[in-house]
């Protein structure tokens, strides 16, 4: 049995990862209830912005230009990915988003691998995030606490952004019915440009608060690229609330399982998954009748 120290951190392990899940499912969210596309590249995109952060960081030195120079980066990565690929699979089949979007994450990892090799890349810790803080209860490392913060910050700019201003009407307009959109005369194109660069700017601003913590390696989306689908489907295809509870509830069942049992951490979190999609089919967050 863990101790209650133990399982006190593995509870605050599980809040930074569960922020981090809620931000790459936002923008995994708000792409797949609008647009409609299944981007299996989101975890490959993760792991570019996590470079992105260690390229950055070894030319300017300061993590905080490298998480703007990273912003601008993935911006314009989502604006050549929507403009030359995903705008022509709009109305094909599922599968064909799949494939096309499989295809670009393969591409992406691999095209990492060879850039940088097999070795995985250290991002320093910033300055202003080393050392631990006495929590009174608790020593825990700096860093992931403003890690904490940081992303509770961005989502709550990001919750304002679709809520509190005439872009986000639009882009939670297209959600429930992208064809009205389109009638009362919106540039959908446009909206469906914008709404696809935020979220590849989402998820690569979360590979690069992450890449602090761990090591940097091609990989490193894939986990998060399936934990992200199981997120959506707790939370509810198109909610943004539901993203962000839902992807606490998961960081907090993986890391409190691992104290006891890691190997059983993603089997209790589909396990879950499971429960939900019995008694609540749209998820906890969803409308029925959402596709």
């Known amino acids: ?144 606490l403003q890690l904490i913060g940081i992303i509770a910050a961005l989502l709550v700019g990001l919750y304002l952004v679709l809520y509190r201003t005439s872009v986000g009407l639009v882009v939670r307009a297209g959600i429930e019915n992208a064809g009205m959109v389109g009638i009362l005369g919106i540039d959908v194109r446009r909206t469906f440009l914008f709404v696809f660069a935020v979220g590849i700017v989402a998820v690569g601003l979360a590979g690069m608060l992450y890449a602090p913590v761990v090591a940097v390696t091609p990989d490193m989306g894939a986990s998060f690229m399936v934990q992200s689908f199981v997120v959506i489907v707790l939370g509810g295809l198109g909610s943004f609330p539901g993203a962000i509870v839902g992807g606490l509830i998961a960081g907090e069942i993986i890391s409190l399982t691992s104290a006891f049992n890691s190997a059983y951490s993603e089997v209790m979190l589909y396990g879950l998954m499971a429960l939900v999609l019995v008694a609540r089919p749209q998820g906890l967050f969803g409308t029925e009748g959402r596709v």
């Open 1 to 144: 049995m863990p101790s209650t120290a133990v399982l006190l951190s593995q509870a605050f392990n599980g809040l930074a990862l569960g922020s981090l899940l809620a931000l790459v499912s936002s923008g995994l969210t708000i792409i797949l209830g609008t647009l409609g596309v299944l981007n299996f590249a989101h975890g490959a995109l993760f792991a570019v912005g996590a470079y992105t952060a260690f390229v950055m960081m070894q030319a300017t030195q300061s993590f905080v230009l490298a998480l703007l120079g990273g912003c601008a980066v993935m911006l314009i990565i989502g604006f050549a990915m929507e403009r030359l690929v995903i705008r022509h699979f709009y109305a094909r089949p599922d599968e064909d988003q799949i494939l096309v979007t499989y295809g670009i994450g393969m591409v992406l990892v691999e095209g990492l691998r060879t850039w940088f090799g097999g070795n995985s890349q250290r991002v320093p810790v910033p300055s202003w995030g080393t050392g631990a803080t006495k929590l009174g209860f608790l020593v825990y490392p700096t860093y992931r």
